[in-house]
């Protein structure tokens, strides 16, 4: 038990870990069940990455690091846009093209500054033991906001991961709630790269989803499962890290992906004995 | 399915009196892809409480004209109106059944939540649903004999449910105009008697119907009018004059005679300008 909650209660900076890492879970979760009903995945992993040149800019110049990632977003939407619109490219050569862009663009950068490791581990990686109290007012309310679109749009949203055209006929502009949707994905990355940092926020997006929408027969189930997820890799990941002395944003993110694989072997296995049990009485 | 047809003929619809008004009217209306005019110069007209076929083969211009009437596509030259208005404008009066539905099997969503999602553009964003629409998403439910797949996962239905669920879907929303895309596709016989139910339900309440079919037998034969499309408009009449072998000869390509009943081989007419065989 002790092994438990000590690191917690003789630590303020693991309880505002924690807290953060709560916040950040929350958000992660909403924004990436949408990313995986309307299949948004890359464009989530280009936004992580994109926004790198953007930080590093915004250290080099002394920015806040979260105005740096905004700016670095927005041109990362509005390329892909661009390119897709323009050229008869497909949306994920786009992605792409902008995404090792972006990435080299931020190295590139960062190896100008003086820490330069330094720093890109910090960009990379979030540095969530360190993490400020206005740091974590800043994800409050963005994780207020990103709650308060995911309960406005709803419907829209349904209607476009369900069909698009059907959004479109039912009155709910496609361009409108997709552009909503991927700002609502954007503040998410922007916000959580200093606690998991760009290269992590992915997988916080991805994985408690992703092992959400195995479990779930409906949307709003498959987000709840994901805020559970994503806060049980938090609390274990930072748990694991205090006691072994292991980085943190890492740690956190390979509880993530352990529990969806945990979570896929178990439904395989569970289906594999339903069928065989069906099989069975049918003979 | 000779008995269905007899009982749910037109003349024996109980009559309702239907105001006569004009739900849909084309003049000289040009549709296609990106300006590209897929069929020009169509006249027609729909009216409350009567149901319009659309036959032709893949590639034939059906499904464009449907996306124009819901204002998925841009009219290309004439005009074309939807309750007087241009397309795109009556969300709450029309409800649309496209042909493809992609993402069946990944969303983690029940079939009522399916049915339900009828209901949201009478809705819009934030007015909540009551009892009634919670009847209405039932009622739809068990006209396209589903009712037991209330809770069940989308993913887990067969196609044929799947096209159920889609149908009672449109059913829900309990629109003024229904703008079918082969709405029988993947249906089995049963499921498609309760369409054709259905289907006359709807016309009893008022509603008009426009649908993209194959079937010239059971459905087209149901309709007040029948368009026949080969990238242009071969035919367009009541069913008795326009459903004839030379029409569908140039509608389809290849037509078999056999069983007193004219049999449809389908061709592919890919895009290519459609010539008489």
Not at chain 1, 68 to 83: E, Y
Not at chain 1, 109 to 123: H, M, N, P, Q
Not at chain 2, 60 to 75: E, Q, R
């Amino acid at each position: 038990m002790d092994w438990l909650l000590t690191p917690f209660t003789t630590n303020s900076f693991m309880v505002q870990a924690l807290v953060a890492g709560i916040l950040v879970s929350i958000a992660c979760a909403i924004a990436g069940t949408f990313i995986i009903l309307r299949g948004l995945a890359f464009i989530g992993d280009a936004l992580a990455h994109g926004v790198l040149p953007g930080i590093a800019v915004a250290i080099l110049v002394g920015f806040p690091g979260i105005l740096g990632a905004a700016i670095g977003a927005a041109f990362m939407i509005g390329g892909i846009t661009l390119i897709t619109q323009r050229s008869r490219l497909s949306s994920d050569t786009a992605i792409g093209l902008l995404f090792v862009g972006m990435l080299s663009l931020g190295v590139v950068i960062v190896s100008r500054s003086a820490s330069f490791s330094g720093d890109l581990t910090r960009i990379l990686f979030g540095e969530i033991l360190g993490i400020s109290v206005q740091s974590i007012l800043i994800q409050l309310a963005a994780t207020i906001v990103i709650i308060a679109i995911a309960f406005i749009c709803l419907r829209p949203f349904l209607l476009l991961s369900f069909d698009p055209e059907q959004a479109e006929v039912a009155g709910f502009s496609v361009r409108l709630y997709h552009n909503i949707m991927l700002f609502m994905i954007a503040i998410t990355v922007i916000v959580s790269f200093q606690t998991v940092g760009t290269l992590l926020v992915f997988g916080l997006l991805i994985a408690p989803a992703g092992a959400g929408a195995l479990l779930a027969k409906r949307i709003q189930a498959m987000m709840a499962w994901a805020i559970l997820f994503g806060i049980l890799s938090m609390y274990s990941g930072l748990l694991i890290s205090y006691h072994f002395d292991l980085a943190a944003g890492s740690s956190i993110i390979l509880m993530a992906i352990s529990l969806f694989f945990i979570v896929f072997i178990l439904q395989n296995l569970r289906q594999r004995r339903t069928s065989r049990s069906e099989e069975a009485s049918h003979e | 399915m000779n008995s269905l047809n007899n009982s749910i003929e037109r003349s024996t619809r109980p009559s309702v009196t239907i105001e006569n008004t004009t739900y849909l009217k084309a003049e000289n209306l040009s549709i296609g892809y990106s300006h590209q005019s897929v069929i020009s110069d169509m006249n027609f007209e729909l009216k409350a409480g009567e149901a319009f076929a659309l036959i032709g083969t893949n590639g034939s211009g059906k499904s464009t004209l449907l996306k124009t009437i819901v204002g998925l596509l841009p009219v290309v030259a004439g005009r074309l109106s939807v309750f007087g208005q241009p397309p795109g404008n009556n969300h709450r009066r029309i409800a649309y059944m496209g042909q493809f539905h992609h993402s069946g099997f990944v969303l983690p969503i029940r079939a009522i939540d399916v049915v339900r999602m009828g209901r949201f553009p009478l809705h819009g964003l934030w007015k909540q649903m009551g009892k009634h629409d919670d009847e209405i998403v039932m009622s739809a439910m068990r006209t396209m004999g589903i009712e037991k797949l209330v809770d069940s996962p989308l993913r887990s239905l067969s196609g044929g449910q799947q096209q159920r669920t889609y149908l009672a879907q449109v059913l829900a929303h309990q629109a003024d105009l229904l703008v079918l895309d082969e709405p029988t596709s993947g249906l089995d016989a049963g499921g498609r008697e309760l369409y054709l139910h259905a289907i006359n339900d709807e016309l009893c309440r008022g509603a008009s119907i426009i649908m993209a079919t194959h079937d010239i037998h059971e459905e087209a034969a149901l309709c007040h009018q029948v368009m026949l499309l080969a990238r242009k408009v071969v035919a367009l009449g009541a069913p008795k004059d326009v459903i004839t072998p030379d029409a569908l000869l140039t509608t389809f390509g290849i037509v078999v005679a056999g069983e007193q009943k004219l049999h449809v081989l389908e061709c592919l007419h890919g895009h290519d300008d459609q010539k008489p065989v």
